[in-house]
């Protein structure tokens, strides 16, 4: 009988798991990894797939709706042999034969997920559900982008993720937050009542190259902001923190987890914590000292501290941050100065 340790409980499977494909221990099959990414074409999952082929035993299947994700994100791979592409949408069911699923799909940035509230919680419960159940059908490990969401607006600092958490369930972020939390709890039912081979990832903010310019969220804003000269929005009352980890760290986090033995949940993220008026002020020394800084009205339910505690992904997982704020932003500057062709001033 499987046996797990997460939060200190015991997680007793009521059944083995399913048997994996035989794929997964052929020595000579050109792939001997089948590999299903949702929402693949979005900013994570997109440097998630180059990691992923980078490895030739890895064949990669990404399907997406293209709600925030483009086309664009993956144009190097398509084409190639070891990789498709489907437009598909997770609320529907999908049969496809594969060894492990990175289940990414779902819009993360707040006025995307806020846009269609509906949508949001379908898209994490619905889509989690049949995700969990090709998983089972197939045999296949899956791993579950989760968020710091889930801790609210936390009463616990840094958040470990034996926190509870404070969350509003019927506030404008509760389609995420919740959605993301009923997420987890269909992950542990499946793994305690079929034997699914689980993992959890708490990821916490990430930035990096390939963010939608118009994505609304604070790293890019500002970095677009600067780059064309408008004043750096600080949400009020800007002294709220974020811990910002830059997506190479990230991506190679979820690949230590999904190759591990841990379920999780784990914190991913960078614990360097800042306000966002010294975020807005970092931007301005490193991209355009001119700029102005201005202050405007915050949304509801906005979390006023949030930082994580690694011990977990350090202890378990081997895996710790390797790229600071100052070192990350120029790397994100130089893609949106390519994309928006404006180049440095000097
Ligand atoms: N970036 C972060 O800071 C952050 C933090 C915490 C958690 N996460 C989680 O990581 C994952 C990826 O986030 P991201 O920042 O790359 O966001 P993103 O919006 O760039 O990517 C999400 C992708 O999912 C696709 N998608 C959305 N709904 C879908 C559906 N119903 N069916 C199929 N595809 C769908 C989108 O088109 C997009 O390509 C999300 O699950 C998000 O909740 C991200
Ligand atoms: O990391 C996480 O777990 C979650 O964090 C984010 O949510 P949030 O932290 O609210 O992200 P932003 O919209 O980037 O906001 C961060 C802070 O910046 C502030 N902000 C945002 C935008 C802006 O122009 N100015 C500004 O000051 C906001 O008020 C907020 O306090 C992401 O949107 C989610 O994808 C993710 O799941």
Redesign the pocket.
Known sequence: MAKEVSNGENHVTTKPPPEPSPLRNAKFFQANMRILV?????????HLVDRLMQNEKNEVIV????????KD?LKQWIGHPRFELIR????EPLLVEVDQIY???????PI?YKYNPV?TI??NVI?TLNMLGLAKRVGARILL?????VYGDPLVHPQTESYWGNVNPIGVRSC?DEG?RVAETLMFDYHRQHGIEIRIA??????GPR??ID?G?VVSNFIAQAIRDEPLTVQLPGTQTRSF?YVSD?VDGLIRLMEGEHTGPVNIGNPGEFTMIELAETVKELINPEVEIITVENTPDDPRQRKPDITKAKELLGWEPKVKLREGLPLMEDDFRKRLEISRKN
Request: charged share 15%; proline share 2%; net charge positive.
């Open positions: 949702t929402g693949g074409a979005g900013f994570i999952g997109s399907v997406d709706n293209y709600f925030t994700g483009s994100n598909h949408d997770v609320t289940h990414l799909a779902c819009p993360a940035s995307f949508k379908k898209t889509g982008t989760s968020t710091s969401e995420y993301k708490r990821i916490f903010n990430t930035y963010m939608n994505d969220r980890c990230m």
